[in-house]
């Protein structure tokens, strides 16, 4: 098993490089080429999560002997937490390149299209198995800087606009993270995580390191579109292709965001108190203010861009309030509760938010437009794109049966068991706030008007686009299950452990 | 136990697999329908008879001799999975599956209905999670059924114009934001008890964190039977839904089961200290008449039914309010008698709008001669509703009525004012029986219009579950006291004396005997003697332009001065929580909206501000 590891980074990367190569001269290579690429990588995933369990799997690319006890170069560590983004990562990966099978027609230099796909998943792959500061940054680079170019994919006016915004801020984002890793390595004289963890553990500066990690929340918090660092996301995330929407809201931000956010602060750095509260107050705003953003909004794709931001809020509050608790060192079966809460919801956020865009690839494909009050009555003329839309808008509005009811519900019950009031109450608002624009969402795109002639003409998406689009609402549905004790712990419990224990990541590294 | 299992499996799995039958074949899926309930309806007889017992799926399973191999899924399931049997969730299940025929029945000819993709499978997916929410013990349980029941309600409503569409969306987000109060109520009590299970949970509401659960549960019970300030969803969805939805949800269903789970709170979960009676008697009073003084201002008939609706629920919350025993069963029949004739009175109005395709009151009117099945019916359904003895709807407000009473006889505040609570009760009964005269005198009375001479009526599919809930009100009014109240709710609430002499069966005698001796004194005396004359006004015989309006009259109520102000304001939904609300909200996100300006040079400032703020405060 050891040996798949390094093939999550290098399937992608080669794939991209034949694409590119052998496209120009296979008519339709990279039609067929890419998807196997993902579906081998999703195969490749599933496997090795349910191959993990507790346990962690360490690779030294090429072979690097251990100095002094300690892995230098390029280190990657298999964990719970990062087995079970690399599913999530490979799983909307597959399911966005299956849907642009059809969807990507309209555009030219499909290949390049293919390519840039397989660079993003390399990225996003690379970061989430790294384990050592440089290569995190570097395969976050190679992610973002291919999410640039996708997000530029349509060359219109709006679309350049959005991916120069989208640079500019991610550059900015970079700088900080690049210095703050710099300060790091000033610091400590190593660059590998759990080795920064081993050094921090035997004493440091606070303030030193309190701006290091201030540093990393803004330079991440921008990554992963937190509230006052976003501005960049509804752009970026609505002017995109659907199927990159889908992936940049559905994967990239959690991946090159939130993920690398906890993994820091939960395994590398030690627990403050001060930064818990700041990273829990930083999700609250976030949660609040992209909701109402969202509410107002006309264009579908930017109210889905601002429920994001909403979302990732709630994710980052239940992470927060999870530290909150792990810092007091008290109450730690609603800190493991919060936790399960966030990665929940974190998984359920990936799937629902996925299908939401590529519904509104669906309406765009055969409407050619966004705007909400250019729509309406589509429900008889597109069932499929009108019934998964409304699963998954119930889902992220929190209705039951369906998967985003209990993540909520988990969350909202650890904020009152760790005396949250406050936020479980905004929780709730927020809940409620999501249902109302996405029913907003739902009675302005399928309801509304009865079809009259003008949308006689309309048919529903070709079966790749609606292919994919059931596959996730059925998805939707079955993550319900995770909310059964059993399964919640064969699935998420490998993820808790590592963030609840927080040393454990170092000291199985190390082997001490 | 393997009967309540199967009665809240079997209708959601046939329901389920209804979405599979192409939408061609609606009557068949009618039938399917009826039959379901046809068995659910014996399933609820047979379990009304059983004994009581509470039990989890595990106990069930182990019960059963089923082998489950290599699949424990139910054992994680089983603490949340707990299932209880007493008298009030028997009786609640009883009239569920007997209103559900009934209203399965009709729908089969009722057309707007069965225009609907997919209105059977919602309708059994409904039944069957209807009963899983009366049956479940344990709060999650219960809160997982509850909200389903929001989502089919949604899909219970066609939405495919403006005005339906923004109909379902608000019934929806209103039902969806209590269930998200709500989930705040559970999860306190899981704080405070560590655990979900009603049976096991009493809680005083002596401190601010308990008191803030009671309300948040309150919140939700009151939002689905249509209380006070969460009402305003009901006469929005009674006006746009087909009337079978209106019958079955708000109507009939939702009001079971919000009072159902009002009862579970207030006589299982939470001993309710004083000030919150106070509260519950003050929103019931102020149900009864904002709603009932809304409905006699309406216009068209299905939304003054809406009205109702809520106005009907401000009575159950007064006997709740009271804590009595008396108060409690009388809050408790008055929610099966108005589950009786309000959805009856949906049902009626359904035919009307079936056979005349009109929906206003001024549209209509002398249809008594055309449709007289559906007319006595109504006139039934209209009686019972404003409180007119023999029927039901007096004998459960007599019980209320004399509930308050007995409550004056205590030292506490709320209980000093008796008589207002009891003032306003009858004066809302008054009022109800005004607008009912006008849905009436509207539709089935005056000079039949030209256009609706062709009017026939209903198919016999249609009149006949009406009748039957007519048959009902007549019965539970006249055998109130001797039969109904003694079978039914007092194994529920347990044994109560009446303060007050009323047997409703010698009561209805004389009525009886009264009606006889005055047809007697018609048929004897010299009466028949009289001139036949045209309907005249003033003195000046009515033409055919001069339609007869039953409208007018209650125009002047709008009029008053104070009246006309507070109708100005209600026209403008200053009342409407939930558009005060989403005022606010969007206000709010305009403001946030203004600053996205769109301008890099800002969204950079925003990054650098972010970063300069966060140094500041941790680093000092």
New interface residues.
Partial sequence: MDALIPLFVAIPLISAFLIMLLGKLVKGFHRYFAPLTLLALLVMAVYEFSGLGTSSIQYTMGGWAYEGGFPVGIFMVLDGFSALMLCIINLIGFIALFYSLSYIRKYTAEGNYYALFCLIIAGMNGVVLSGDLFNLFVFLEVSVISSYALVAFGVGKTELEAS??YQ??GG??SM?ILLAIGLIYWKTKTLNIADVRNVLDSGYSK?FY??IQ??L??GF??KAAII??H??L??AHSSAPSPISAMLSGVLIKAVGIYVLIRLFFNMFVFSH??AV?ITVLGTVSMV?GA?????QWDVKRLLAYSSISQIGLVVMAFGMGMILLAKGDNLPVASLAIAGGLYHLVNHAVFKGLLFLNAGALEHRLDTRDLKKMG?L??VMPVTSSTSFMAS?SI?????FNG?FS??II??A???GKFYLL??LA??V???T??YF??F??FAF????PGKSLEKIKEVPFPMSFSMVFLAILCLALSLLA????NDAVLRPAINVLMQSDLYSTTILGL | MTQAINIIVLPVLIGLLLFLIPAGFRFIKGIIAIGVTLITGFLAIRLFGSEDIVFSLGDWVAASGMQTPGL??Y???DKYSSFSLDGLSKLITLFISLLSLLIAVYSIMYKTAGAM?NYHAWFLITLGFSFGAVLSNNL?LF??CW??L??TLYRLIR????TS??A??KT??II??S???M??GI??I??ITGTLNMDEITLPTSDLVRTVAFLALLAGSFTKAGAFPFHTWVPDYAEKAPATSSAYLPASLDKLLGIYFLARITTGLFAVGEWLRFMMLTIGVITIITAVMMALVQHNYKRLLGFHAVSQVGYMILGFGLGSLIGVAAGLFHMINNAIYKGGLFLTAGAVEQQTGKEELNELGGLSRAMPLTFFAALIFALSISGIPPFNGFASKWMIYQGIIDFGQGIGIANKLWIIWLGLAVLGSALTLASFIKFIGGIFLGRQRKELSAVREASPVMWIPMLILAMGCIGFGVFATNQIIPRLFMPVTGVFEYTGIWDSSTVSLLVLVSIALGILIYLMGNLKNFRTLDSFVGGEKMQEETSFSTLEFYKSFQEFKWLAFMYRKAKDKWFDLYDLT?QF??W???L??RA?S?I?H???L??L???VI??L???T
């Fill in positions: 120069f915004k500019v801020l900015l984002a900080l303030p309190i701006f201030v540093l929340i803004s918090g921008l006052p660092f501005a960049w509804p752009d001060e930064i700041v203010i109402l953003l969202a509410l107002i009555g429900a008889p119930m509005s929190g209705i039951p049966p009811f909520k519900l909202i019950i904020a009152i068991n479980a109450t709730v608002v809940s409620i706030v249902l109302a029913l907003k739902q009675r309801f509304n008007k009865s059964f004790p059993s399964i | 424990n899924a054992a994680d399931a993709r999650l809160l997982i909200g389903i929001g989502l939405g495919n114009d403006e569409s923004a379902a969306k929806l987000i969806g934001a269930d998200g109060i989930i705040l999860a306190i899981w704080r989403r909200l969007t709010l996100g305009r946030f909206s996205h769109g890099l800002d969204y950079t925003w990054v501000a972010g970063l966060l140094l405060l941790l680093i």
